[in-house]
């Protein structure tokens, strides 16, 4: 791992790339494997992820979907290298992060992994200019030589150039948080994670900054990973994965959805599914040439037909 | 949201990102204007407070040094150059050896030029070639300027000299006489040439020589004013009969105190230059340039101190505003940490606005440091005195710059690990401990302070020790840390107590300053602030009483006169007639020898008009001057030729006795015996005659029994003379009048000596004085006097004449002392005290009229003083009163000019730099305590809307933060106010300026209770505004959109 930060310190000089380069670079893969994160919260032990496993694709864009406290911001967190998990491993662009020292997961975020928190304001300098905001984000790539473009250019390729001299705190909200999506790529990360993107945005503006995130994938090739609890963002993304319990319950492709089996054979039941499997139902499994029949288990007669799930 | 199209960059990569970190610069200040102008005013106030000393002590240096070595007469500062003993030199060798001494302004040692001195002693003779006085032949560089002519004018040539009037009147020459003179046993013919004045004699031109010796001799021949001549009548003179002399004045004026030891060195070369040359060069400038050294040593250790305690407040203040700058900028640090910054990257990011605002802080700060230090000078040193911005001073302005910016950092750095989540506990317990270590090591600091400095502070017997103005910084900084620590402690416990009862807003404003430790700390503030500004307030007050007193003491009283009394003027009575109402002048009389001072005043105007302050132990002044002149009988005074006494011998003595009468004449000096008798049996008057000296008056001092002896072995060796006295008279030419001497009043009269081993007695009866004098032949023959003095003359003495063995015998309170006219005195020291006035401490004082009633020989040896009372005034009045009974003035002391040297003494001008500093400190715990109440106003403001939100009253969240603010000012308040009255009270007597105004009487420390309680009063409504705009700061800050926003 050490030898990939290497290789960052001995690029070229060039700073600053040239303008309208539509270069696209190859995104990082992530890999999460059994990953397991305790926190303590007034003296107890509360479990955020247990036993997550997840591979995120070079250049994918991936939804991180599921209700308030599941543990997708402190997925994202852990991904960023921002905390270090309590057991399992963060593999991205090949480097295991536990291995990495803290100067070289600082150079990490610096150059390869572009963080957006959730609240727009959290990511900005409010007394600065976009363009400020974009130079102050690239200040720990221009230490390292990286490769960034010049402010104006970031936000001219995202078409956010009329906001580069406003400061920001006089944007509106849906204008902050394209300017923090701007930020979080201003070093032209290969990994860009981003928390809640549209949460006080209207639907308008959600749009637009669902646009970007796009156009940030298309003309970066970065790995976006969005953590969301807003389907209309998740519908939007090619992959989604759901979030339940601190675990991995679901995955949706192209509009589907999909249960996914989990590393100690569970699955997690969609919402509509639990209304006919509530918890602790007693179920009788069956298996099929195609599948597995789950059936309310009725103890005294035959099962009642209709009250199954099939895959 | 726009087309994309991208401005096309107009300006080179490097410039356009300096152009941004500037504008984020400037938006960064601007958008934290409040806080960026408090630590710039802070900051400014560092700087400031660390130069301001160096630049006062700069000019008190100067100023000391001018109020030291200027005031002097050149003769006591100048170099005096004198030919070797017995080596004589050419007078041209003489004035090129020293014309060398430099006089260039910026020459080591700077001297103005010498004036050269020709001296040949000579004879005058008469025609016939006798010897009719002694003189001196001088030419002086410019006497001829320096002379007053009464006629005739400077001698011109080598046969001319002028002479003085006297001199002139004595020897019968006049202008234009020939005057002979032998020199070296060569007689010269020189014309008087002019007639000088001998009054304008006097003055610093001449440098205290003898020329002006008329009468000194106390042989034939008489001594003569010098001669004054021209250069050229020395030219024909051997250089053995030449005498020649320098005395070069030193450029004290320019005398810069930064140059001082180099002038010590170019003055040490000098004198040894010309010591090589032959010569003997000396100077008493050393003495001067030693008390100058001693008073700056003092000064620059108390400045030094002084100044430190504003630094460190200003530093704890600076690291208190950039804790909570740094706290505002968390957001800066944590997103420069989610960037991947390095941790050198992000303390430029947490210390970029504090070190430009420093850049900018320092310079100026520097300025108000001169601005301050210039004020201060102008009023308290010496006027003209240059306050220049030396390299001191920028060095000081540097290291307060550097330890501003380590305040700024230290403060910055508990944001900074908090943006990078490195804030664990395990890092907490070692700040927690270290701080603890801390806070433990000042407080044992500050005790051990206190016990050194009560150890040798207190009582008369203080030690200087200039660490003693450290004392209430560091004890307020223990104050503040204890409270700081005990308060929150009360305020848990208490909360506790009253949490079920009605009391909610006290409940929550304990419980606030229980829990919440960043407010609390601004007592410690506080508590320094207002110990200072006690301190320097007690201090201030302690000394100007101290000065005045110890002024007025030193002086003697308001004003006090040297005068020149006639002979023939009874100096007591004509002060008392100057000053009929007893309250403005007294007559005192001063002599002083190797073993002390005697000091004689008029007792009965002593409590009115000297300056008695309390001394320890010591009576009023009413009281010392009924001890000093108790009741005693009128002296007996007879005025006239002739003496008649009625005497009854009441039996036969063989052979036939006689009385011997003293008489003194006090104005004269003189004492005479006259006889009565033989006497005879039975009742007879007897005459005698007085010499001239009783036409005017004089005192009957004693009668003698006399009695010729046995004839022969065989007859009694001893015999009893029974007398009786009964009548007293003294006729001036034309009839007797009885003299009042108490003849038939009882203890009018004593007997003053008796032989060994017998017992004279007296007793007053209707018709007379009856004595029975026991003699004994070859014995001390028995003496009665009039008991118009006590038989022991009572003296106040002071504790130095007390404990020196050879005064006072062991056991005994009778000292033997020199009276005024030199003779033994022995006194009763019954009362004691530390100093006397005028005088003091080793020095006996007793009344004037008993002294001079105890004189037997002249009192050409005292110093006869007028002192006057501040009702006297300027005492201009009594003045013109002595002037007409011929008491001339020669010299006036006043209490004022010393109090103004007093002021002008180093260690005073260095203390009066606590002032401004109580003022700087107690502005800036105001400027902290608004500022902490105001970069937590927006979270208070939060917390009071959320409180109203779940129905908390407005009145009762305004009462729980008064309440809070509250507890906070009064705990400072209390710890500095103790810290500092506790300091002033221990450590004062040890200051360096109090020391050095002992050797009078001693100093008194009270406290000035009334000017403190205006302090301490002053302070708690500064404090209580502060709450109460604090109070309403959050109180408009309130409002319920501050929910919406701390919840985003």
């Known amino acids: ?311 | 949201m726009t087309d994309g199209q991208l401005p096309k960059p107009a300006e080179p990569g490097r410039r356009r990102f300096q152009r941004l970190r500037l504008g984020l610069l400037l938006n960064a200040l601007r958008f934290r204007a409040g806080s960026s102008a408090v630590f710039f005013i802070v900051a400014l106030l560092a700087v400031a407070a660390a130069t301001a000393g160096p630049i006062y002590l700069a000019a008190a240096d100067q100023s000391v040094l001018a109020h030291v070595v200027i005031p002097p007469p050149p003769a006591a500062t100048g170099l005096v150059v004198n030919e070797q003993p017995g080596q004589s030199i050419l007078e041209t060798a003489f004035r090129q050896a020293l014309a060398g001494l430099p006089r260039s302004p910026t020459a080591r040692a700077c001297f103005a030029a010498p004036i050269y001195s020709e001296i040949a002693g000579a004879q005058v003779l008469s025609p016939a070639g006798q010897v009719l006085a002694t003189a001196d032949v001088v030419a002086r560089t410019g006497d001829c300027l320096h002379l007053s002519f009464v006629s005739g004018e400077c001698p011109s040539g080598p046969g001319s000299l002028s002479i003085s009037t006297r001199s002139a009147a004595l020897l019968h020459v006049e202008l234009g006489a020939t005057v002979t003179l032998s020199i070296g046993g060569s007689k010269r013919a020189y014309r008087v040439s002019g007639l000088y004045s001998p009054a304008s004699a006097p003055g610093k031109y001449w440098w205290g020589q003898d020329f002006f010796a008329f009468g000194t001799s106390l042989t034939p021949p008489p001594r003569v004013d010098a001669l004054f001549a021209d250069p050229s009548a020395f030219d024909a003179l051997a250089p053995h009969l030449v005498a020649l002399n320098a005395d070069v004045p030193v450029n004290t004026r320019g005398l810069l105190s930064s140059q001082l030891p180099a002038f010590r060195r170019g003055l040490s070369a000098e004198e040894l230059r010309l010591g090589r040359l032959g010569l003997l060069a000396g100077s008493g400038i050393g003495a001067y340039l030693a008390d100058v050294a001693s008073q700056q040593q003092a000064m620059t250790t108390t400045i030094a101190v002084i100044d430190l305690q504003l630094l460190l407040l200003v530093l704890m203040v600076l690291f208190g505003v950039a804790g909570r700058i740094a706290a505002g900028r968390d957001q800066d640090l944590a997103l420069a940490n989610l960037r991947g910054l390095s941790p050198g990257a992000l303390w430029a990011v947490a210390l970029r606005e504090p070190l430009v605002l420093m850049v900018v802080a320092a310079p100026l700060g520097a300025a108000l440091g001169w601005l301050v230090a210039l004020a201060t000078a102008r009023a308290e040193l010496l006027a003209g005195t240059p306050v220049p911005f030396d390299s001191l001073a920028l060095a000081a302005a540097l290291v307060a710059s550097l330890a501003a910016i380590a305040a700024t950092a230290a403060g910055s750095r508990r944001a900074l690990l908090y943006s990078t989540d490195r804030s664990p506990a395990g890092r907490s317990r070692l700040g927690v401990a270290l701080g603890l270590a801390g806070e433990a090591f000042v407080i044992a600091l500050a005790l051990a302070a206190v016990v050194q400095l009560s150890a040798s502070g207190v009582g008369p017997q203080a030690r200087s020790q200039p660490l003693a103005a450290l004392a209430p910084g560091l004890i307020a900084l223990a104050a503040g840390v204890i409270a700081a620590r005990a308060v929150p402690l009360g305020c848990r416990l208490f909360a506790a107590a009253i949490r079920f009862s009605a009391k909610l807003a006290l409940c929550l404003g304990l419980q606030r300053v229980a829990h919440k430790s960043g407010i609390i700390r601004q007592a410690v503030i506080i508590a320094i602030a207002v110990s200072l500004v006690c301190f320097s307030v007690a201090g201030f007050f302690v000394d100007r009483s101290n000065r005045s007193m110890q002024a007025a003491f030193l002086t003697g009283s308001d004003r006090v006169l040297t005068v020149s009394v006639p002979p023939t003027v009874d100096f007591v009575r004509a002060v008392r007639q100057a000053d009929p109402s007893g309250r403005e002048a007294m007559a005192a009389e001063v002599t002083s020898n190797s073993q002390g001072t005697l000091l004689a005043v008029d007792a009965a105007r002593f409590a009115r008009v000297a300056a008695w302050p309390n001394q320890p132990g010591a009576a009023s002044p009413a009281a010392v001057a009924r001890y000093l002149d108790p009741l005693v009988a009128s002296d007996v005074l007879v005025q006239g030729g002739t003496l008649e006494m009625t005497i009854d011998l009441r039996a036969a003595v063989s052979p036939r006795p006689s009385l011997v009468v003293g008489v003194y004449n006090e104005q004269y000096g003189a004492s005479q015996s006259v006889t009565v008798g033989p006497l005879s049996p039975g009742r007879h008057d007897y005459l005698t005659w007085l010499e001239g000296d009783c036409l005017s008056v004089c005192q009957l001092k004693s009668i003698t029994a006399s009695w010729p002896g046995p004839s022969t072995d065989a007859q009694p060796q001893s015999a009893q003379i029974p007398i009786e006295i009964e009548r007293i008279a003294v006729s001036n030419g034309a009839r007797f009048e009885d003299v009042a001497a108490g003849l038939s009043r009882r203890g009018t009269w004593r007997v003053t000596q008796d032989p060994p081993g017998q017992a004279s007695s007296i007793s007053s009866s209707t018709s007379g004085l009856d004595a029975l004098f026991s003699y004994v032949a070859g014995q001390a023959p028995p003496v009665i006097a009039p008991a118009d003095v006590p038989e022991l003359l009572p003296a106040v003495v002071t504790d130095v004449v007390a404990s020196l063995s050879a005064n006072g015998p062991t056991g005994s309170a009778q000292y033997s002392v020199s009276d005024l006219d030199g003779t033994p005195l022995t006194v009763n020291g019954a009362m004691r005290v530390a100093a006397l006035p005028a005088v003091g401490t080793n020095a006996v004082m007793v009344d004037l009229n008993d002294a001079l009633r105890d004189e037997t020989l002249p009192d050409i040896y005292s110093v006869k003083q007028v002192w006057l009372s501040p009702a006297a005034g300027s005492g201009a009045a009594v003045i013109g009163r002595l002037l007409k009974q011929g008491i001339r003035v020669t010299s006036i002391r006043t209490a004022s000019t010393l109090e103004l040297a007093f002021q002008k003494d180093g260690p005073t001008l260095a203390f009066e730099l606590f002032l401004v500093v109580g003022v700087e400190s107690a502005l800036l715990a105001t400027g902290s305590m608004l500022f902490a109440i105001a970069a937590t106003t927006r979270r208070r403001a939060v917390e009071a809307v959320a409180l109203r939100a779940v129905g908390l009253p407005r009145r009762t969240l305004v009462k729980a933060m008064a309440c809070e603010l509250g507890i906070v000012c009064a705990t400072g308040l209390v710890a500095g106010a103790v810290a500092g009255i506790a300091a002033a009270r221990f450590c004062l007597p040890s200051v360096p300026e109090f020391t050095g105004l002992s050797g009078g009487a001693p100093l008194r420390f009270d406290m000035p209770v009334g000017w403190l309680l205006v302090v301490v009063a002053g302070a708690a409504a500064l404090l209580g505004a502060v709450s109460a705009i604090s109070v309403a700061l959050v109180g408009a800050a309130s409002t319920p959109d501050k929910l919406r926003i701390s919840q985003r």
């Open chain 1, 1 to 311: 791992m050490s030898g990939a930060v290497g290789r960052l310190r001995r690029r070229s000089p060039a700073r600053t790339a040239p303008v309208n380069t539509a270069r696209r670079h190859i995104g990082l893969d992530a890999h999460l494997r059994a990953l397991v994160h305790l926190y303590t919260s007034e003296g107890f032990q509360v479990v955020a992820l247990r036993g997550v496993d997840l591979d995120i694709d070079p250049g994918e864009m991936l939804a991180l979907l599921g209700p308030s406290g599941t543990g997708k911001s402190t997925l994202l967190k852990l991904l960023g290298g921002l905390m270090q998990p309590t057991a399992g491993r963060i593999v991205v662009g090949g480097r295991e992060l536990r291995e990495l020292s803290s100067g070289e997961l600082r150079m990490l975020r610096a150059t390869e992994v572009g963080i957006v928190l959730q609240d727009a304001g959290t990511n900005l300098l409010p007394y600065a200019t976009s363009e400020q905001n974009i130079w102050f984000a690239q200040l720990g790539a221009r230490r390292l030589n990286h490769l960034v473009k010049e402010p104006a250019d970031v936000l001219g390729q995202l078409n956010l150039g009329p906001l580069a001299a406003q400061q920001v705190s006089r944007l509106s909200g849906g204008e902050q948080q394209l300017v923090a999506l701007a930020v979080g790529v201003a070093a032209s990360p290969s990994l860009l994670l981003v928390d809640e993107p549209t949460s006080q945005l209207d639907a308008e503006e959600r749009d637009s900054a669902i646009a970007l995130l796009r156009a940030i994938n298309e003309q970066l090739g970065s790995t976006i990973v969005v953590v969301t609890h807003d389907p209309a963002v998740a519908a939007a993304m090619p992959r989604t994965v759901t979030i339940r319990d601190g675990r991995v319950g679901a995955e949706g492709r192209h509009g589907e959805e999909f249960a996914v089996v989990g590393a100690d054979g569970s699955v997690q039941l969609p919402p509509d599914v639990l209304e006919v499997l509530p918890p602790n139902a007693l179920v009788r499994i069956r298996r099929q040439p195609d599948g597995v029949d789950l059936r309310l288990a009725d103890l005294e007669g035959a099962e009642s037909p209709g009250e199954g799930f099939a895959p």
